[in-house]
């Protein structure tokens, strides 16, 4: 499976502020997914990132809050902007490799104050 | 859309016991199931799958059965050991990558 990180693995920060987390995969994957974790809950589908093309967002979410880039096949970017402690909560990239099988990096531990 | 259930939220077991997690699905379309385990602070991780078209898959101490016509799938755990607590989740998703998560279940294995 692909190796996948994130960054920064945590950040507290106040709010109205913006915090951007990036996902790194070590080889070219086919789709990339953004998912939220709230404290003790299950995993929330966010967004699809889309390489080349706007995300594909789930009901809830949406482009203004949590903007994504996705500028190539190993790389991408979720944004959480003007954030309340309501999003206090572990945000995850995965990915597909060309199945259906989806891989987790890491994680970023958010803090909002 | 797709809804996926799953039970029992927490399941405490003695070392040895086995352990059985249940999902049910909504979405008939759903033809991929990953069972996920994720320890405390670490990321979920993939311990084994099952395609639409196989009733069961095992894997050493671990096996999943799918029920297309109930549309329902289970873990079963045998010979549980304390390294086997975690939090659990199943998944089931369609060919367009549409995965939707259990809620999980937290399982404790007491030694």
């Known amino acids: 499976s692909a190796v996948i990180s994130q960054k920064p693995s945590r950040d507290i920060c106040q709010r109205g502020t913006s915090l951007t987390i990036q996902c790194q995969v070590d080889?070219?994957?086919?789709?990339m997914f953004w998912y939220r974790q709230q404290p003790g809950q299950s995993l929330t589908l966010i967004a699809t990132a889309n390489q080349g093309s706007e995300a594909t967002y789930e009901s809830g979410f949406v482009i203004d809050k949590f903007p994504i880039s996705r500028p190539n096949l190993t790389f991408s970017t979720l944004t959480v902007s003007n954030m309340s402690p309501e999003d206090s909560s572990i945000y995850l990239c995965?990915?597909?490799?060309?199945?259906?099988?989806?891989?987790f990096g890491p994680g970023t531990r958010l803090l909002v104050l | 859309g797709e809804n996926v259930e799953q039970h029992p939220s927490t399941l405490s077991v003695q070392e040895g016991d086995s352990a059985v997690i249940k999902c049910t699905y909504s979405?008939?379309?759903?033809?991929?199931f990953p069972w996920y385990k994720q320890e405390l602070g670490k990321r979920p991780q993939l311990i084994i799958d099952?395609?639409?078209?196989?009733g069961e898959k095992k894997d050493q101490r671990i096996a999943v059965t799918l029920n297309k016509t109930a549309k329902h799938f289970s873990l079963h755990i045998t010979e549980t050991q304390p390294e086997d607590s975690a939090v659990y989740f199943c998944?089931?998703?369609?060919?367009?990558?549409?995965?939707?998560f259990g809620a999980g279940t937290r399982l404790t294995v007491k030694p």
């Open positions: 099952i395609r639409s078209n196989v």
């Open positions: 080889s070219q994957v086919t789709m």
């Open positions: 998944a089931a998703s369609t060919q367009d990558n549409d995965m939707r």
């Open positions: 995965s990915v597909n490799t060309g199945g259906e099988t989806q891989y």
């Open positions: 979405d008939s379309a759903s033809n991929y």
